[in-house]
């Protein structure tokens, strides 16, 4: 605020013009200077600049609140009064707007624009405030403003942790470097604060190796580094060292348990992260926000619903704060597992819901088949005046796949540029080309590939290579598997697609033909892989897998499922298995399937009348979907099965995709 703009507001309010809030900044204003004042700047804490602030902590929170406008009038009354002369308060009265109202940052800015010699500790709260900012790079002014400060200012090791964390915002390695060469030129490198950071800068810009150079060069490493460098390990992908370090650490906080465990959820490795999560309540390890999001997501990435009900009763009956951010995880965690009533429940019954929560329930909705009920909650989202993202629409696309709305599809992908200024992924375009495969309309599908304005990526060519097995278009199909093997040399799904599709043409040279190129280039199969959970224990099964300790129980079963399934007419539709064997052996492979395995454990596990939820990490073939419609018919039981794209609910005989999958 400039000096006349200031005294001019103070004459009005000197005059008796709205003198209440005067007296209310007033007031404000003595809290907040008195507050400072029996500060001393000298004595710094660990916890950066909250050291300075801590006696005075309660009466900013409460400033927190204020808004710009009343900002402005206890900012005129300290210049009326000339608090503000002392470099101290104004530095101590900078840092209240800057670090505890983010969106009063611009303002903080301004007012120590105003002041000729500003403190060290007044530049570094700006430096800290813009490093957790959505302009992180602006760091560098007030840092350059330190370079030139007359009388001269040094920047310490908290000037230096504060860059380094906007480094790690930023993402920019020549940046990062700079800083870090700033770091080892002030003789900062032995700070443990600014060793942490740097090892979390390195991290984010995906650096292991310079991570590993400076936890190395570390003396006698805290726990603070040993726990950053556990979280760097897990987040480059090397998760087995990251457990390594932890299980060596002489002492682990909470902090360091956490980052374990969040190491195992991002790096996909639920079962081992479910597996910790048993550990730190043994150890009574505090739980916090944070650590119940990464157990949701293991629950999720698992479907293991048990396990995911067992978390949100840990959440309630521990008083975890129920931030948007865990609400969101638990909405995500049931709608993935199956249970969308569930997370309808829970949906509608938060307090705050924000972009990611209706768009994580609006594509549960889509991935369990109810496309038109996402597209009603859809419309819902935007009453609400919640405005839609990339995701939001990709969700919203595959809401309109799933049940077969090419219009309506194609409708709201033109409506992102045109409404909302969005510009289409990849994604967007991988959707309306599923869109128009699905629905049989193939030639327009390959037109929008040929039309998008970026290289078409393998969703798009896999999309329509799915679609011509499906619509038995060869031709096209060729097509799709060989631009989708030019992007992807070593996707075994585009050969095994395009070698189904001869198959079922009975065209066998053509099947030899694939199978020869996939053996010279050395791409094997994925194999499948199915997921059950049983009494709160995951249980995993491959193709042809013989190695449960209750197999015996689950081939009997297998037996009573066939020859179940023959009295109600089944005949195995065998085309897609290999040629060369007898008709027997066909049936016996595919009897093999790693779902079918894992339905046969389900019934011989589960009570009567408890659903049997699997999870897969394929898309399920044309035989497995018949046999469980069927069996879910023959044996009276629901059958959800979670494939790579979508879920399947069987009942009765019948699946929610209605053989549009």
Same mark, same amino acid.
């Given at each position: 605020m400039h000096t006349c703009a200031c005294m001019h507001t103070c004459a009005k309010l000197a005059s008796g013009e709205n003198i209440h809030l005067l007296l209310k900044s007033s007031s404000r204003a003595h809290h907040l200077v008195m507050g400072r004042i029996e500060l001393n700047p000298s004595?710094?804490?660990?916890?950066?600049? #909250?050291?300075?602030?801590?006696?005075?902590?309660?009466? +900013?929170?409460?400033?927190?609140?204020?808004?710009? @406008?009343?900002? @402005?009038? +206890?900012?005129? @009354?300290?210049?009326?009064? &000339?608090?503000?002369?002392?470099?101290?308060?104004?530095?101590?009265?900078?840092? $209240?707007?800057?670090?505890?109202?983010?969106?009063?940052? /611009?303002?903080? $800015?301004?007012?120590?624009?105003?002041?000729?010699?500003?403190?060290?500790?007044?530049?570094?709260?700006?430096?800290?405030?813009?490093?957790?900012?959505?302009?992180?790079?602006?760091?560098?002014?007030?840092?350059?403003?330190?370079q030139h400060s007359t009388p001269h200012l040094s920047p310490d090791n908290y000037t230096f942790n504060f860059l380094v964390r906007a480094c790690a915002q930023i993402l920019s390695p020549g940046t990062a470097l700079l800083v870090h060469a700033s770091v080892l030129r002030r003789g900062f490198h032995n700070d443990p604060h600014v060793q942490s950071g740097l090892i979390f800068m390195y991290a984010e810009l995906g650096c292991l190796g310079y991570c590993h150079k400076v936890f190395d060069g570390i003396h006698e490493p805290d726990v603070v580094c040993q726990t950053a460098m556990i979280s760097a390990c897990a987040k480059c992908g090397d998760v087995d060292l990251a457990r390594k370090m932890f299980d060596e650490m002489p002492e682990r906080d909470p902090i360091a348990w956490n980052a374990m465990l969040a190491g195992y959820a991002q790096c996909g490795k639920s079962r081992e992260a479910?597996?910790?999560?048993? =550990?730190?309540? +043994?150890?009574?390890?505090?739980?916090?926000?944070?650590?119940?999001?990464?157990?949701?997501?293991?629950?999720?990435?698992?479907?293991? =619903?048990?396990?995911?009900?067992?978390?949100?009763?840990?959440?309630?009956?521990?008083?975890?704060?129920? /931030?948007?951010? =865990?609400? /969101?995880?638990?909405? !995500?965690?049931?709608?993935?597992?199956?249970?969308?009533?569930?997370?309808? !429940?829970?949906?509608?019954g938060m307090k705050e819901r924000n972009v990611y929560t209706w768009t994580s329930v609006i594509g549960g909705l889509a991935m369990n088949g109810a496309g038109e009920k996402s597209l009603e909650l859809f419309s819902l989202m935007k009453q609400a005046g919640v405005r839609p993202n990339e995701v939001t629409f990709v969700s919203v696309l595959r809401g309109c796949c799933v049940v077969g709305l090419v219009e309506e599809g194609r409708e709201h992908f033109d409506s992102m540029r045109r409404e909302y200024g969005i510009e289409p992924w990849l994604e967007h375009y991988g959707c309306l080309v599923d869109l128009y495969g699905r629905a049989g309309r193939l030639d327009e599908a390959l037109d929008v590939i040929n039309k998008m304005p970026m290289k078409p990526h393998a969703g798009?060519?896999?999309?329509?290579?799915?679609?011509?097995?499906?619509?038995?278009?060869?031709?096209?199909?060729?097509? $799709?598997?060989?631009?989708?093997?030019?992007?992807?040399?070593?996707?075994?799904?585009?050969?095994? =697609?395009?070698?189904? +599709?001869?198959?079922?043409?009975?065209? %066998? #040279?053509?099947?030899?033909?694939?199978?020869?190129?996939?053996?010279?280039?050395?791409?094997?199969?994925?194999?499948?892989?199915?997921?059950?959970?049983?009494? &709160?224990?995951?249980?995993?099964?491959?193709?042809? #897998?013989?190695?449960?300790?209750?197999?015996?129980?689950?081939?009997?079963?297998? &037996?009573?499922?066939?020859?179940?399934?023959?009295?109600?007419?089944?005949?195995?539709?065998?085309?897609?298995?290999?040629?060369?064997?007898?008709?027997?052996?066909?049936?016996?492979?595919?009897?093999?399937?790693?779902?079918?395995?894992?339905? $046969?454990?389900?019934?011989?596990?589960?009570?009567?009348?408890?659903?049997?939820?699997?999870?897969?990490?394929?898309?399920?073939? %044309? !035989?497995?979907?018949?046999v469980t419609k069927m069996i879910s018919k023959v044996f009276n039981r629901e059958i959800i099965v979670r494939d790579k794209n979508r879920f399947h609910h069987f009942k009765d005989g019948e699946c929610s995709c209605k053989g549009y999958w």
């Open positions: 004595k710094q804490k660990t916890d950066h600049i #909250d050291g300075h602030l801590k006696r005075g902590k309660k009466s +900013i929170k409460h400033y927190s609140a204020t808004t710009l @406008k009343e900002v @402005k009038q +206890i900012h005129t @009354k300290l210049v009326v009064n &000339g608090s503000l002369n002392d470099p101290h308060l104004l530095g101590q009265f900078v840092a $209240a707007i800057a670090l505890y109202n983010p969106s009063n940052l /611009t303002y903080s $800015a301004q007012v120590l624009h105003q002041c000729r010699n500003p403190t060290l500790f007044a530049l570094n709260t700006l430096i800290r405030a813009y490093s957790r900012s959505p302009t992180p790079h602006q760091c560098f002014l007030f840092y350059k403003q330190i479910l597996h910790l999560f048993h =550990l730190m309540q +043994i150890h009574d390890v505090k739980l916090n926000e944070v650590s119940m999001v990464s157990v949701l997501s293991a629950c999720t990435h698992l479907g293991a =619903l048990d396990q995911g009900r067992w978390a949100h009763v840990y959440i309630e009956r521990n008083r975890l704060k129920m /931030t948007v951010t =865990l609400g /969101t995880a638990l909405v !995500d965690m049931y709608s993935k597992c199956g249970n969308m009533n569930k997370a309808m !429940d829970f949906f509608w798009a060519w896999g999309a329509l290579l799915n679609a011509c097995r499906m619509y038995k278009n060869t031709e096209m199909g060729e097509l $799709a598997s060989r631009k989708l093997v030019e992007l992807e040399t070593k996707n075994h799904g585009a050969y095994v =697609l395009l070698s189904n +599709i001869y198959a079922e043409s009975k065209n %066998w #040279d053509r099947v030899i033909n694939v199978r020869q190129i996939m053996k010279a280039k050395g791409v094997k199969k994925l194999p499948g892989c199915s997921v059950i959970e049983v009494d &709160g224990e995951v249980h995993e099964f491959f193709a042809g #897998d013989e190695t449960h300790p209750r197999y015996n129980e689950i081939e009997v079963m297998l &037996g009573e499922i066939s020859r179940r399934l023959k009295l109600a007419g089944y005949v195995a539709n065998t085309n897609p298995v290999m040629y060369d064997i007898e008709e027997e052996e066909k049936e016996d492979t595919l009897c093999k399937h790693s779902e079918k395995i894992a339905i $046969a454990f389900g019934l011989i596990s589960l009570k009567e009348g408890v659903p049997i939820r699997i999870v897969k990490n394929l898309r399920v073939c %044309w !035989d497995c979907h018949d």
